[in-house]
């Protein structure tokens, strides 16, 4: 069974940085990888970002692009999502999640953190 556990959110304003981390237990490299979706009010969940296990690819949305960054480590079982330039469009809770590709969510998600981008 695998059990994911976020950290790192919190209230920060426009143009500043955020870094989320998801600790992992359990048979996680049976997947895809690893990766992270968020949930705004009254709206879907969405894909942020992901990587590969094997060959370490990684994939974002368009709308973070160029903010938002992705990384791993194998050995501690430990994902971090490092958001740069945030906007008020960033705030949602966001979660961690094993993937079973690199845009698709496998069912084992974490609790989620806020993240709340103010003007």
């Known amino acids: 069974q695998v059990q994911l556990v976020e950290s790192g959110g919190g209230l920060v304003q426009a143009g500043g940085s955020l870094r989320l981390s998801c600790a992992a237990s359990?048979?996680?490299?049976?997947?895809?990888?690893m990766g992270w979706f968020r949930q705004a009010p009254g709206k879907e969940r969405e894909f942020v970002a992901a990587?590969?296990?094997?060959?370490?690819?990684?994939s974002y949305a368009d709308s973070v692009k160029g903010r938002f960054t992705i990384s791993r480590d194998n050995a501690k079982k430990t994902m971090t999502l490092q958001m740069n330039s945030l906007k008020p469009e960033d705030t949602a809770v966001y979660y961690c999640?094993?993937?079973?590709?690199?845009?698709?969510?496998?069912?084992?998600w974490g609790q989620g953190t806020q993240v709340t981008v103010s003007l």
């Open positions: 999640v094993v993937m079973r590709s690199d845009s698709q969510p496998q069912g084992s």
């Open positions: 359990g048979r996680i490299f049976l997947y895809y990888g």
């Open positions: 990587f590969s296990w094997i060959g370490g690819r990684t």
